[in-house]
T-cell receptor, first 113, second 113 residues
Framework: QQQVKQSPQSLIVQKGGIPIINCAYE??????FPWYQQFPGKGPALLIA?????SEKKEGRFTISFNKSAKQFSLHIMDSQPGDSATYFC????????????FGTGTQLKVEL | GAVVSQHPSWVICKSGTSVKIECRSL??????MFWYRQFPKQSLMLMAT?????????EQGVEKDKFLINHASLTLSTLTVTSAHPEDSSFYIC?????????FGPGTRLTVL
């Protein structure tokens, strides 16, 4: 019930491409869905987050699409750049439930020139 | 944005010794901090939730006597790995909660020889 499944495990795209990373959850009590970017040897950094009352959120080149009925959400990176090469984690939490994050397994993204 | 620091950024110690890792929220007060452990190419695993002025709550399977957590102030939480062994070698990351978001520290690389 607490799992968040993430795919793909790794992804290679060309510069300018639009990588898409998908996550699915089971627990319908989750109400906060953030995405984190992590570079090697560094802590995760919050990229963008969404709540179930909207189906899409954009911040710069990053877009989250959210499908509440399917219990799925995805991250799209527009005009990807080599500097976007990193590991991306989706997560989910319950507001008021201590805000403990349940993380997906991570996607290693490489953007090639 | 909110800044969280960790000290040290890396540490090497001999088997059987204890190591203390500090986590500080630099520009906000955090009643709740979290400690995670991350193995290479894996996701973050929540070890414990640290609440200021009270005992930490440990996740199932985490030895509370081995991983001592103290949250003595609103800006500082410490994790002490007692009697460290090579299998404790890992990347330890803290986060601090501000309202409904978690902000992560840069991580501490622990190597036990």
């Amino acid at each position: 019930q607490q799992q968040v499944k993430q795919s793909p495990q790794s992804l290679i795209v060309q510069k300018g491409g639009i990588p898409i990373i998908n996550c699915a959850y089971e627990n319908t009590a989750f109400d906060y869905f953030p995405w984190y970017q992590q570079f090697p040897g560094k802590g995760p950094a919050l990229l963008i987050a969404i709540r179930p009352d909207v189906s899409e959120k954009k911040e710069g080149r990053f877009t989250i699409s959210f499908n509440k009925s399917a219990k799925q959400f995805s991250l799209h990176i527009m005009d990807s750049q080599p500097g976007d090469s990193a590991t991306y984690f989706c997560a989910a939490s319950i507001t008021g439930g201590g805000n403990k994050l349940t993380f997906g397994t991570g996607t290693q993204l490489k953007v090639e020139l | 944005g909110a800044v969280v620091s960790q000290h040290p950024s890396w540490v090497i110690c001999k088997s059987g010794t204890s190591v203390k890792i500090e986590c500080r929220s630099l520009d906000f007060q955090a009643t709740t901090m979290f400690w995670y452990r991350q193995f290479p190419k894996q996701s973050l695993m929540l070890m414990a939730t640290s609440n200021e002025g009270s005992k930490a709550t440990y996740e199932q399977g985490v030895e509370k006597d081995k991983f001592l957590i103290n949250h003595a102030s609103l800006t500082l939480s410490t994790l002490t790995v007692t009697s460290a062994h090579p299998e404790d070698s890992s990347f330890y990351i803290c986060s601090a909660r501000s309202i409904n978001e978690q902000f992560f520290g840069p991580g501490t690389r622990l190597t036990v020889l």
